[in-house]
Structure formats: C-alpha cells, structure tokens
C-alpha cells in the first residue's frame, strides 16, 4: 500500500496568516492527490482534487500544488472558519490511503 | 446528492457489524461511482475499508478484506456493509462516501454524516 505521510501534525496560527502543510506519498502517484477539511464532529469535505483543483465553492485563500511524491496545501490567509484538521489522501490505486493528518489550531 | 449511514450504534464482540447508506439525489445504478465506506477510530485519522461499483465489483482494505462484505441495493437505492467477528478495535465513527471517477484523481467528493458504532459486551 501507498504511506501518506503529512506534516506537521498540528499547527498553531492565528487569523490572517499564511498556513502550509505538505503530504508526501511513499511512492510516486503523479496528481492522484486530494485533500479533505474535517472539523469536529462533522464528515470531510472535499476541498482539492487532483493535487492543485479547487473544489467548486471553496473559497480562493485555499491552494495546492506537487506532483509525484510531494504535495502542498496552502492557506493563504486564515479564517476562523479554516481551523480544522486537513487530510490529504491518495486515489492511484483501488486501495486508497489518507494522511494521519494536519490540525490546524489557534 | 445526499447520503445517510443507518445501524445499530453497539455491537458485541464476535458478532457481525452491519450498517446502510441511504443515497438521494442519484442512483447507486449510475455509472461513474464507486459507492464507499471509510471509518474514524476516536481520535484518529481515516481509514478506507472498501467501496463497490454501479456494476457489483468490490474493493476491499486488505487488512479488512477476510471480514468485511459491501453490497448494494438497486431497488432501494442503498448500499451495505457487514463486518464480521467484530473487536473493541472496530470501534469507529463509519462514514459512507462516493467516489467519483467522474473527477481526475477519483475523490470522495460526498460524505454521510458518519455514524458511531461500539464494539462491547
């Protein structure tokens, strides 16, 4: 199976800055990458497919890009809508993997 | 499109977990869809257990794959899954999600709202 590792696995920042997190995979999945917003007690949700589309909806201060093995999701400018926790997850294979995570806190 | 998990939320040890998704706003006969289930372990991250096609084809997490059985139901628009000889480390929020391989890199573009289910005695 595909390892997605994310990091860091929790971030402190505070509304208005500019958040990065970075997911690599164990091998090489060209943009068979999305990434996932989860807040608590709620589902995920769908934020970017294919490494770098936005999903419709999604507000523009979201962004992702890489290819191959690694993989980035920025947030330009931070809401307090945006503190959750973000999973970025593989689609290469017909065994699909997540991240453990990026917590995204005050 | 909507989906919605339905089961019991306890469960004994060795028996059998069994849980339905009830899919609105599309057809589990359309093709284009895989039609999945995904479990939480409190605390955690995701797990993929398995998901099947329009077509009945089955997929399955291989750690799982000697338990767990997904099925669908054109007639009632659901889909299924059973769980056997269940432990303590079943225990999760489980979520139904579709899959689309309408999108380039095949997201799980529509969740459940997730369902706890406990494994004790």
């Known amino acids: 199976d595909i390892q997605m590792t994310q990091s860091p696995s929790s971030l402190s920042a505070s509304v208005g800055d500019r958040v990065t997190m970075t997911c690599r995979a164990s091998?090489?999945?060209?943009?068979?990458l999305n990434w996932y917003q989860q807040k608590p007690g709620k589902a995920p949700e769908l934020l970017i497919n294919?490494?770098?589309k936005l999903q419709s909806g999604v507000p523009s201060r979201f962004s992702g890009t890489g290819s191959g093995t690694d993989f980035t999701l920025t947030i330009s400018a931070l809401q307090p809508e945006d503190f959750a926790t973000y999973y970025c997850q593989q689609s290469l294979t017909d065994f699909p993997t997540f991240g453990q995570g990026t917590k995204v806190e005050v | 499109v909507q989906l919605r998990e339905s089961g019991p939320g306890l469960v004994k040890p060795s028996q059998t977990l069994s849980l339905t998704c009830t899919v609105t706003g599309d057809s589990v006969h359309n093709g284009g869809y895989y039609w999945s289930w995904i479990r939480q372990h409190p605390g955690l991250g995701l797990e993929w257990v398995g998901y099947i096609s329009h077509s009945g084809n089955t997929y399955y997490n291989p750690s799982l794959e000697s338990r767990v059985a997904i099925s669908v139901d054109t007639s009632t628009n659901q889909f299924s899954l059973n769980l056997t000889s269940v432990t303590a480390a079943d225990t999760a929020v489980y979520y139904c999600a579709r899959l689309t391989d309408r999108s380039v890199a095949r997201p799980f573009d529509s969740w459940g709202q997730g369902t706890l289910v406990g494994v004790s005695s």
């Open positions: 294919a490494a770098s």
């Open positions: 091998q090489n999945i060209a943009y068979y």
